[in-house]
Structures are given as structure tokens and as C-alpha cells.
């Protein structure tokens, strides 16, 4: 079990080489959700995620003969970057193994960041029994993402910053995949503060700590894709299970879409980038999933990398879900003019068709009639349900696919 003792001696460790995340106050999600919101950005460290303080805290107390046999990692991303980073700024050898399907662009910074990648298996689990079976067979030392007491010293030195940050603190919202992060945060906040609630947020598709709490001990949940990879722990760990049943008050868990939403809103109205992972704990804000009324609450945006790829998609998703990008299927006359008319009326409610796909033989179109499907931008619910009952109005059938 890790001590404030433990955490504080951490910050000595790696303060000189992490940076101080900002913990800016947000006016505009104190206004959403009632309470008094403080964003701590960990999404702009170097490696842009908060996993660097523990890989560094564990690198920093290897012996000399460790450092020199080097380091394995197994990680989907961000610990993988924080490994590789910090390994190579002291001539450390660092071989990470990455799932196969982890995002190109944590692939890509890994290997960028100095440290030799090998992609093996489908998931975590597989590049984890790999990265073992290397350790052991080079005699390198073993670096865990989380399950680690130095690892998670590391992450708690997050919760000392918060308390000189924000004096008046009430509560700390964290997202959790194996609980090093909340676990280190909780350790150090609770420890000097008990009076302020710590809330852990996990994906409702791999709830491994909040199954581990519930049944009293850390046990393997079914796998689960999830666009919170960088929190899709199916087990937590041994390490950390313990220190989160101690301090943490309450755990609760955001959907996908969800998250989508929060990723969307950090992007668009705090100009803040934060990958899934990052998003959850503002999702479970925002859903109004927790118990906290009226507190000074710090939300952890504990990480920053993202595919573009996906973000383009959860981008599409979150303006689907707002109302502000629809596609509707339309019944009119297969004669000249027809869509003529048809887009007149769009284009009357202020409505921008970005696309549009014609079906003369789609299944209950009469002889005569043609479908369209077309692709809007618009400026919101309201506007849609105007535009809807103006079709509606002139004649038009009409019915939502998007």
C-alpha cells in the first residue's frame, strides 16, 4: 500500500522533468453542470497523457545495473509513450509491445520517442504475456502500466498539485482503467485533505474496478471495444485495488456516446483535444451521473492522443447527437422541378445539404416517385423540428435516418 510518504518523495523525483499541467477554471461547464469546474489538462504534457510520472517515477529508481539491462513495456499508448520518453532521455533501452490494433499515431510517437515497438497480439493481454516472456528471457526489468506501488506514486503526484491549485477543493472527478491514476490521486488527497470526495469514472463497456468492489477482489471481465482505449482494463490490478477501496467515496460509468459528447464539448468550447480516456470524467459530469452538488470539483483530462481518424468519426457522432447534422429520406415526384422545390424549402429554413443520394428503385417508392436522401448541417434540434414540419406542411413524406 503507497503513503502520502511515498508520493511526496515522487514529486522530488520527476518534477523537473514533467510539466506542471494547468488547472484552469471552466465558466462555461460550471455553468452546464452547477458546480464550479476546474479542468487539470494532463493531455499537455510532453507525451500527452499523465501516464510520464509514473513510468519516470519507476525509471528513477531502477539500480545502475537495471538501467543498463533496460526495460519492457507492455501498453497500448500512452504508457508506452512515457516509457520510451523518459527510458531514452537517460540512455535506457526500452522495448514496448503494443496489441496490434493500438491508434498509428501512439505507435508512431513510441517509436519516435526512442524506444524499439513490437506489435504483437489482439489486445492487451496478448502483447502483455509477450512483453513478460521478453523480460524474462533478455533479464530486463518489467515496467507496469499501473500495477506497480512506484507507478502509481507517480500518478499521485497529480493529487498534490490539485490541492496547491485549487485550496478550496471538494471533490476530484478521475477517470479509472486499472486504477493506478485515481489510486496514487486518492492516496494524496485524502491523506492530506479527508474531507474531499474522490470519483472514479469508467466506460460502461469494461467496468473492471467497479466489478472488483462489488465482488471484493480484482476479477478478468469479458473484453469490450471501447474509444476509451487508454481505460480498457479488464482486470485491475492487485496493487491497485486496495489503495481504491480505501479512499475512493464512489465509482460510476459514462456510455459511449457519452463520451463522444464530452470529447466533443472539450474540443469545441474549451479548445481542449482530449482523447476517450480523457473525456470520461467530464461525460460523467455532464450526464449528472455523480453525487456532487454545488463543490469545487477538478476534472482529470488525463490524456490527449487520439487518431484522427477517430476523431473525425466521434466529431460526425457528437453532431449527430446535437441535432446539427441530420439525413433524412424524402419522397417527391420523379419530375423536372421537383428538387428544385424541395431544396428552396430547405434552403428557406436555413438548412446546408452537404449531401445527397437519389433511389428510384428503392422498396415502396411508387412508379412516379423517386427517394432522396440528403445530408444536413443545421444549428440544432430546434431547427430541425421547424424543418420537419415544413415538409410535413407541403406534402412531403418524410422520416429520419440520421
Known amino acids: 500500500m503507497i503513503t502520502l510518504a511515498d508520493i511526496q518523495a515522487a514529486r522530488e523525483r520527476i518534477q523537473s522533468s514533467v510539466y506542471l499541467s494547468p488547472c484552469p477554471h471552466s465558466v462555461m461547464l460550471s455553468s452546464l453542470t452547477g458546480q464550479e469546474i476546474y479542468l487539470k489538462l494532463e493531455n499537455l504534457q510532453m507525451t500527452g497523457s499523465f501516464k510520464e510520472r509514473g513510468a519516470l517515477n519507476r525509471i528513477a529508481l531502477l539500480t545502475p545495473e537495471e538501467a543498463s539491462r533496460g526495460v519492457v513495456a507492455a501498453s497500448a499508448g500512452n504508457h508506452a509513450q512515457g516509457v520510451s520518453y523518459h527510458a531514452t532521455a537517460r540512455g535506457i533501452r526500452a522495448i514496448i509491445v503494443m496489441p496490434l490494433p493500438t491508434p498509428l499515431v501512439k505507435v508512431t510517437a513510441t517509436r519516435q520517442f526512442g524506444a524499439e515497438v513490437i506489435l504483437h497480439g489482439a489486445n492487451y493481454d496478448e502483447a502483455y504475456a509477450e512483453a513478460r516472456r521478453l523480460c524474462s528471457e533478455a533479464n530486463m526489468t518489467f515496467i507496469h502500466a499501473f500495477d506497480d506501488p512506484a507507478v502509481m506514486a507517480g500518478q499521485g503526484t497529480i493529487g498534490l498539485e490539485l490541492l496547491e491549485q485549487i485550496p478550496q477543493l471538494e471533490a476530484v472527478v478521475v477517470p479509472i482503467g486499472g486504477g493506478g491514476l485515481i489510486g496514487g490521486i486518492a492516496c494524496a488527497v485524502k491523506e492530506t485533505r479527508p474531507d474531499i470526495r474522490v470519483i472514479g469514472v469508467q466506460t460502461s463497456r469494461l467496468p473492471s474496478m467497479a466489478t472488483a468492489l462489488r465482488e471484493g477482489h480484482p476479477t478478468t471481465i469479458d473484453a469490450a471495444t471501447t474509444i476509451a482505449d487508454g481505460i480498457a482494463v479488464r482486470r485491475a490490478g492487485d496493487h491497485t485495488f486496495p489503495v481504491v477501496e480505501k479512499y475512493v467515496d464512489e465509482i460510476v460509468t459514462v456510455d459511449e456516446d457519452e463520451i463522444s459528447s464530452a470529447i466533443l464539448m472539450l474540443l469545441e468550447r474549451e479548445k481542449t483535444l482530449a482523447e476517450g480516456a480523457g473525456a470520461t470524467a467530464l461525460a460523467a459530469l455532464l ?12 476534472v482529470l483530462v488525463c490524456g490527449g492522443n487520439i487518431d484522427v481518424t ?14 446539427r447534422l441530420i439525413m433524412l429520406r424524402i419522397h417527391l415526384l420523379d419530375k423536372p422541378g421537383a428538387l428544385a422545390d424541395l431544396t428552396r424549402l430547405i ?42 414540419d415544413a415538409l410535413t406542411a407541403e406534402g412531403y413524406r418524410h422520416s429520419r435516418v440520421l
Open 287 to 298: 450526464q449528472h451521473r455523480t453525487s456532487l452538488k454545488s463543490k469545487h470539483t477538478a
Open 310 to 323: 477517430l476523431l473525425a468519426r466521434i466529431i460526425e457522432r457528437g453532431l449527430v447527437q446535437d441535432g
Open 347 to 388: 434552403a428557406k429554413h436555413r438548412a446546408n445539404i452537404v449531401n445527397t443520394l437519389y433511389n428510384r428503385a428503392y422498396y415502396g417508392v411508387n412508379l412516379g416517385d423517386t427517394v432522396i436522401d440528403i445530408t444536413m448541417e443545421t444549428r440544432g434540434r430546434l431547427q430541425v423540428e421547424e424543418l420537419l
